[in-house]
């Protein structure tokens, strides 16, 4: 359940306590900040650390249930951030998102994340390296992890992309698949879009938040610049996609369009055929029921006028299809 723990003293990392109290204990001294990564909790697993570090109840109810919406929320001295994580597999031509859920408070960190996007070991190790960032204190984390969110929304942005193009290509080649796709793609696009939607207002709020001071304030402030510019580009996204579908709408309907003029057609050349067929059999039948009374069969020039009208009317069939276009 806990995958990290860390202790940072004037951007130093210190011996680490295996005990919560201690390490809760830790967060009172001067110039130091304790850092807790948790991944998917369980309620019996976060209440040790809920209470050790006095977390509100309800924030501690979204960590644990996740599928929650971005959101930025305050009880007490503890800030609660929620951000949707995302990444981009490349296997099978899909987004993955997850959730990474944030406790600042006075001198402590506790993030907790849902899924595997976004995984927080790198940015530990990035950050220890920095210990001007570290010096900081709960911000610069609160910054880094942000941050290495924002900076995997950019894969997904290339992906996403190239699943366009893809697409665009499928649509003007015809492809049956090509309507499917683009649902799956719209899907991805929309739920894409609600992870970063809210992220630049609420990195805007946080910039305003007691404690943040100027030089927080520039690293947010670049963050959220990263953040805006994600967020035009989901929302282009999902505009060109829409603009994609009517696109191969109209495609299918002139497909099926044309389909059926050319079945029509087909139909009227067999009907016209079938037509002009019936005829000499019409007659052919009617002097070949044998009556009696039929003048005709005793006539020397019956059969040569039977004959005659077969090949007339079925000449006149023929000129009048012809004359409409049926065959």
Known sequence: MIVGRAI??????????????ELFSCCRLPDTVVWLGLHAPTAEEFADVAREFDLHELA????????????????????????????????????????????VGPGFVISVRHGDASQLRGVR???????DL????????????????VDDYLPVVAGIENDVDEIEDDVFDGSP??????????REVI???RAVQALPDMLGRLMTHDGVGEEEQRYLRDVQDHALRVREQA????????????????????????????????????????????????VGTIYGMNFKNMPELEWQLG???????????????????????WI
């Open 8 to 21: 940072y003293r004037d951007g130093r990392r210190q011996e680490t306590p295996e005990d919560l109290a």
């Open 60 to 103: 501690v109810e979204d960590a644990i249930v996740a599928h929650q919406r971005p959101k930025l929320e305050q009880y007490g001295t503890t800030r609660f951030l929620v951000l949707r994580s995302a990444r981009y597999l490349d296997a099978s031509e899909t987004v993955e998102f997850g959730e990474v859920h944030v406790f």
């Open 125 to 131: 190790e990035a950050l220890e390296a920095r210990p």
């Open 134 to 149: 570290l010096r900081l204190g709960e911000v610069a984390i609160m910054h880094a992890i942000v941050d290495r969110i």
């Open 177 to 186: 698949a090509a309507s499917r796709r683009i649902y799956e793609l719209t």
């Open 191 to 193: 739920e894409f879009q």
């Open 235 to 282: 929302a282009g996204f999902r505009e060109l996609l829409q603009n994609i579908l009517n696109v191969n709408l109209t495609l299918e309907t002139k497909a099926l369009s044309e389909a059926s003029i050319a079945q029509n057609e087909e139909v009227k050349k067999i009907s016209a055929w079938a037509a002009i067929l019936f005829a000499p059999t019409l």
């Open 303 to 325: 059969y040569p006028m039977a004959i005659v009208m077969m090949i007339a009317v079925g000449m006149v069939l023929f000129g009048v299809f012809k004359w409409r276009r």
